[in-house]
């Protein structure tokens, strides 16, 4: 039978011989044991770089779902490692729990957000992966691995950012804490100013990132701070549901595809006249929700994203770079820049590993190619000493990688460990890691 697999941006497509849904992590230990090779791991396709791609076998954990239990003193949850982000917010909830943070796309599973480095904003938090306090692994072979930071830690540091290619988690315990409320304000404030004042905004705010399209003299900033106030029930959106704005904002990328020099005038469009927060200001009442409802936007219209980790003190001075380059280099585009703080954690492949950082990520509509905007921005980010998000797009490999990450030998001595017939890893990930 021939299978395919998309991922949700439909630039990353594979031709499995088979793809596996099993229903408990026993069903996944023997199915990964026997599987044809290369074998990699599904969550909901919001990774941009091929990931899954493959010839042999694709797992997709989306079966292996749901809240096990929880711990109501440490603040911590079992969680199935298919669990959606978006499904888990509600579980946790009636469980007294929330996430510490988590990013504005809540689309993906869970497995597949803390095995990227996906994250949030918020100048003294971490990334999803760095509230892991546990996981269990169905390695190459079948076994099964528990890590945690006293057993097997040299996994558990390794694994909270792997890729999948040390194993399968099938099991993540999360470190939470007890349900609370987030308020949101935002407006659209000078760039400017927005720029001379980052590092205020980000001290005085729980969450703080701004957007910015590159021709206009505006950026949309968003806040979500910490509140007693009572929250109210938020409706979301379906996968693919589309809101107004997202037609008056498809309707622009489809129109600077055939009228590229109108790309200009609608970027200013749509930061002063139409959106979320244009017409806003930081001082408005703003709206109160609980946590996992207050984090997500409904992303609808589909892109292609790359996205870097850059030292904190240094994030102004680099979007200012990215910003003037696409400005200048003649590409067509239409998407804003995104502007987020980040804490730094431990975790040996993490993008933030021992460096608070600011990530800029760069967007391109998914009907237009994306590779020659990208490659100007990526040559700006290295010169930053930026390091990519691994589920968005980049080109650098394991001779660029290594000079990045500290641990990089570290993790590479336990990818080989647990994994020495390469039987996790696809070609993408041979080139990533040097393994051919």
């Given at each position: 039978?021939?299978?395919?697999?998309?991922?949700?941006?439909?630039?990353v497509?594979?031709?499995?011989?088979?793809?596996?849904?099993?229903?408990?992590?026993e069903?996944?230990?023997?199915?990964?044991?026997?599987?044809e090779?290369?074998?990699?791991?599904?969550?909901?396709?919001?990774?941009?770089?091929?990931?899954?791609?493959?010839?042999?076998?694709?797992?997709?954990?989306?079966?292996?779902?749901?809240?096990?239990?929880?711990?109501?003193?440490?603040?911590?949850?079992?969680?199935?490692?298919?669990?959606?982000?978006?499904?888990?917010?509600?579980?946790?909830?009636?469980?007294?729990?929330?996430?510490?943070?988590?990013?504005?796309?809540?689309?993906?599973?869970?497995a597949?957000?803390?095995?990227?480095?996906?994250?949030?904003?918020?100048?003294?938090?971490?990334?999803?992966?760095?509230?892991?306090?546990?996981?269990?692994?169905?390695?190459?072979?079948?076994?099964?691995v528990?890590?945690?930071?006293?057993?097997?830690?040299?996994?558990?540091?390794?694994?909270?950012?792997?890729?999948?290619?040390?194993?399968?988690?099938?099991?993540?315990?999360?470190?939470?804490?007890?349900?609370?409320?987030?308020?949101?304000?935002?407006?659209?404030?000078?760039?400017?100013?927005v720029?001379?004042?980052?590092?205020?905004?980000?001290?005085?705010?729980?969450?703080?990132?701004?957007?910015?399209?590159?021709?206009?003299d505006l950026?949309?900033?968003?806040?979500?701070?910490?509140?007693?106030?009572?929250?109210?029930?938020?409706?979301?959106?379906?996968?693919?549901?589309?809101?107004?704005?997202?037609?008056?904002?498809?309707?622009?990328?489809?129109?600077?595809?055939?009228?590229?020099?109108?790309?200009?005038?609608?970027?200013?469009?749509?930061?002063?006249?139409?959106?979320?927060?244009?017409?806003?200001?930081?001082?408005?009442?703003?709206?109160?929700?609980?946590?996992?409802?207050?984090?997500?936007?409904?992303?609808?219209?589909?892109?292609?994203?790359?996205?870097?980790?850059?030292?904190?003190?240094?994030?102004?001075?680099?979007?200012?770079?990215?910003?003037?380059?696409?400005?200048?280099?003649?590409?067509?585009?239409?998407?804003?820049?995104?502007?987020?703080?980040?804490?730094?954690?431990?975790?040996?492949?993490?993008?933030?590993?021992?460096?608070?950082?600011?990530?800029?990520?760069?967007?391109?509509?998914?009907?237009?190619?994306y590779?020659?905007?990208?490659?100007?921005?990526?040559?700006?980010?290295?010169?930053?000493?930026?390091?990519?998000?691994?589920?968005?797009?980049?080109?650098?490999?394991?001779?660029?990688?290594?000079?990045?990450?500290?641990?990089?030998?570290?993790?590479?001595?336990?990818?080989?460990?647990?994994?020495?017939?390469?039987?996790?890893?696809?070609p993408?990930?041979?080139?990533?890691?040097g393994?051919?």
């Amino acid at each position: 039978m021939n299978y395919v697999w998309s991922n949700w941006s439909g630039w990353v497509k594979a031709w499995p011989k088979s793809i596996a849904e099993p229903a408990s992590e026993e069903e996944l230990a023997a199915i990964v044991q026997e599987a044809e090779a290369p074998v990699r791991v599904a969550g909901t396709g919001h990774s941009f770089t091929p990931l899954v791609e493959t010839a042999g076998t694709i797992v997709t954990l989306r079966h292996i779902a749901g809240v096990i239990d929880h711990d109501p003193t440490a603040f911590t949850a079992r969680i199935k490692a298919g669990t959606t982000v978006r499904d888990l917010g509600p579980m946790l909830f009636d469980r007294g729990l929330g996430l510490a943070n988590q990013g504005d796309i809540d689309r993906q599973a869970l497995a597949g957000a803390v095995g990227t480095g996906t994250h949030g904003t918020g100048g003294g938090l971490g990334s999803i992966s760095a509230a892991v306090a546990g996981f269990r692994l169905v390695t190459a072979d079948g076994g099964i691995v528990n890590a945690n930071r006293d057993e097997n830690p040299d996994v558990f540091d390794a694994g909270r950012v792997s890729m999948g290619s040390l194993g399968i988690m099938s099991e993540i315990t999360m470190q939470c804490r007890p349900a609370y409320a987030l308020e949101e304000t935002g407006g659209a404030m000078p760039v400017a100013e927005v720029l001379s004042r980052v590092e205020e905004l980000r001290d005085a705010n729980r969450h703080f990132e701004f957007f910015w399209f590159p021709y206009a003299d505006l950026a949309i900033v968003k806040i979500l701070a910490e509140t007693d106030k009572q929250p109210k029930p938020r409706r979301r959106r379906a996968e693919d549901e589309l809101s107004r704005d997202d037609r008056i904002f498809i309707t622009a990328c489809e129109t600077t595809r055939y009228a590229p020099f109108l790309r200009g005038p609608l970027q200013k469009y749509l930061t002063s006249g139409s959106g979320r927060y244009s017409s806003g200001s930081l001082t408005d009442p703003g709206r109160v929700r609980w946590s996992h409802e207050a984090f997500p936007s409904d992303r609808n219209v589909r892109f292609n994203e790359m996205e870097y980790a850059v030292p904190a003190d240094r994030g102004p001075d680099c979007i200012r770079e990215v910003a003037a380059h696409m400005r200048k280099c003649g590409v067509n585009f239409l998407f804003p820049l995104e502007f987020r703080y980040v804490g730094a954690d431990d975790a040996w492949l993490s993008p933030f590993y021992k460096r608070d950082s600011v990530t800029i990520s760069v967007h391109q509509y998914h009907r237009q190619p994306y590779e020659e905007l990208f490659a100007g921005v990526e040559a700006i980010f290295a010169r930053y000493e930026g390091r990519p998000h691994w589920g968005k797009l980049h080109t650098l490999e394991a001779r660029e990688l290594s000079k990045l990450y500290p641990r990089w030998d570290d993790f590479q001595a336990v990818r080989r460990r647990l994994d020495p017939k390469k039987k996790l890893l696809n070609p993408y990930l041979k080139r990533l890691f040097g393994e051919f």
